[in-house]
């Protein structure tokens, strides 16, 4: 298997802009999980979809942020207006039976 | 939200010493899970905890759970510098579905 598979590993965009962000988990898996990695605040959990249904969104950091899990192959993470503040690595993590978890390689944003 | 603390937020070592990293949560948790993270990476699973009072050891690691559910450690023994990066504890709660929340993470250096 190829793991949890991301896209883009880097994404630079002005303020303003719309960015989604990609994410192909792990065949199988039943749980898909966003974080977002940054030095002042660690991983935090954006949100988490079990069975293509998001359970818990309560770390979506504001309206400007929304995801979106259509099938079991494919999520999407959008910031539309994005902002300075929201560069960071953002991570796409799956499982199944919340057993560990396998990230991918994440996304670098950067907003300027 | 759940709160999940570590300490130290970073840890230099020379290479041969020990070192050890605790993870406190605010609640009980049902489960507690430990990563890796290398420079530049991403988190890697290393190990789940599951029992109260429960001690697994890999090689020169050994992860603890406390009696109470409520904090873990990692140890490890004699550190290589193989052993270079972050440390996260991710805990589970019961009953609030399949989301882990990570703690804030150790930064091991190893100097040689």
Redesign the interface.
């Known amino acids: 298997d190829a793991g949890v598979i991301q896209s883009p590993r880097h994404e630079v965009t002005e303020m303003g802009q719309e960015v989604t962000l990609r994410c192909k988990p792990i065949s199988g898996h039943n ?1 898909l ?1 966003w ?1 977002r990695q940054t030095m002042m605040r ?4 954006l949100i ?1 979809f ?1 069975n293509n249904v998001p ?2 969104d ?2 979506m950091p504001e309206d400007r942020f929304s995801a979106k899990m259509p099938n079991a192959s494919f999520s999407t993470l959008k910031i539309q207006p994005s902002e300075p503040r929201d560069s960071a690595v953002y ?1 796409c ?1 799956s ?1 199944r039976g ?9 996304t670098r944003l950067t907003v300027v | ?1 759940q709160q999940v603390m570590q300490i130290p937020q970073y840890q230099h070592v020379q290479e041969g010493e020990d070192f050890t990293t605790y993870c406190n949560s605010s609640t009980t948790l049902s ?1 507690i ?1 430990w990563y890796k993270q290398r420079p530049g990476g ?4 290393l190990i ?1 905890l599951v029992k109260s009072g429960e001690v697994k050891k890999q090689k020169r690691l050994t992860f603890q759970f406390g009696e109470a559910k409520k904090n873990s450690s990692l140890h490890i023994t004699a550190t290589q510098t193989t052993d270079v990066g972050t440390y ?1 504890c ?1 805990g ?1 709660s019961p009953g ?10 150790t930064s091991l250096t190893v100097i040689p």
């Open positions: 749980s999980f974080y660690g991983l935090e959990l988490y079990n359970i818990d309560s770390g991570f993590a499982n919340g057993i560990e978890a396998f990230f991918g390689q994440g | 939200g489960n899970q991403h988190p890697v699973f789940q996260f991710a589970q609030t579905g399949n989301q882990f929340y990570f703690g804030t993470g």
